[in-house]
């Protein structure tokens, strides 16, 4: 599932809202960290590539897209817990 858009802008506002509400500084411009966003999109949807065609069988043949999908959420919030 690609990003839109308007979905990587809502993450980049969501970010700065979230450095804003820390009292965090940063030197970054909003171009800078919607850059950064486009190509961890690119990046991680590159990685459920190869994830997906490196998955042993039978879960790789047997497990729908919403599976997968699901089990790589849980796996995500588990390891980024503290992310909010």
Do not use: C
């Not at 171009?31 to 065609?53: C, F, H, P, Q, R």
């Amino acid at each position: 599932m690609a990003l839109t858009i308007e979905q990587k802008k809502e993450i980049a506002a969501k970010f700065q809202g979230h450095i804003s509400s820390l009292l965090e500084a940063t030197s970054l411009s909003k171009a800078d960290i919607k850059a950064w966003v486009s190509y961890a999109v690119g990046a991680i949807e590159s990685g459920l590539v190869t994830i997906n065609n490196n998955s042993p069988d039978p879960a790789k043949s047997s497990l729908t897209l919403e599976q997968k999908r699901w089990i790589f959420k849980a796996i995500i919030d588990v390891i980024f817990k503290e992310v909010s």
